[in-house]
């Protein structure tokens, strides 16, 4: 398992066509619907760190060149005839993040904003929230950081399977060393990994392999192509 994370980069009007061609064909097109700058710089940044996690996985440019991506059985993204090439991405505030492996991942990077606690009354285990509500009393900066370590293990565990929140987050309790995910409807511990290298951000990686880097691999946007 490789997990990438990138700085989004201002990308001048003259970069922007030669780097939309280094992209899919499917974010080719995505790119020319958003009419906000900083949502196309986003998008082109994440197409760029899929394509080089791509390549990273031994696989070629020709190859890429000709990659189609269809969606799975719950709408995920995935690469029609490279079934041993899975891959998540995720973005928040000024940060890309892929991780890719050989097996079903799911990623999640969140900036730490301000936050409520009625998010976690409502999407919440009761467990979590409970400890929630004992953190606030001693220390609201690590109330705020398990916050964001919640929500981005529940993310990071819906999105490996594609799923999205809207399936139910509540049903994912997170352990307190923040290791595991357990999935009380289907009886289900799935691990996890999380990393703070990113200042103000909170990154989380699920995968079906548990094969993860102590590490997440820092990539220079503006270097590619």
């Given amino acids: 398992m490789k997990i990438y994370a990138a700085r989004v980069c201002a ?4 970069e922007e066509k030669r780097l939309c061609e280094l992209l899919d064909s499917d974010r080719m097109v995505k790119v020319r619907t958003l009419k906000h700058q900083k949502e196309k710089e986003r998008s082109i940044c994440a197409g760029l760190l899929l394509r080089y996690a791509f390549l990273q996985a031994g696989y070629h440019e020709n190859a890429w060149q000709q990659i189609e991506i269809e969606k ?11 079934p041993d ?33 009625q998010l976690a009354k409502r999407f919440y285990h009761r467990e979590e929230y409970s400890r929630l509500l004992a953190l606030g009393e001693m220390d609201t900066d690590r ?10 293990a529940k993310e990071s565990v819906v999105k490996r399977t594609g799923r999205g929140i809207g399936a139910g987050v ?28 990113l200042e103000g951000y909170i990154v989380c990686v699920c995968s079906e392999s548990g094969n993860f880097p102590k590490k997440l691999e820092l990539i220079n946007i503006t ?3």
């Avoid at 109330?143 to 981005?152: G, H, I, S, V």
């Avoid at 997170?174 to 990393?195: L, M, P, R």
């Fill in 11 to 14: 990308i001048q009007a003259a």
């Fill in 72 to 82: 799975g059985e719950y709408g995920k993204p995935q690469m029609k005839e490279y």
């Fill in 85 to 117: 090439f899975h891959y998540s991405l995720s973005h928040s505030g000024e940060w890309v993040v892929c991780a890719a492996d050989a097996a079903p991942v799911g990623a999640d990077v969140q900036e730490m904003k301000p936050w409520k606690m």
């Fill in 143 to 152: 109330q705020t950081r398990a916050f964001y370590r919640m929500w981005t």
């Fill in 170 to 197: 509540s049903r994912y309790v997170t352990t307190e060393d923040f290791q595991c995910v357990y999935d009380e409807a289907a009886n289900e511990t799935i691990h996890i990994k999380q990393y703070d290298e």
């Fill in 223 to 225: 270097n590619m192509g």
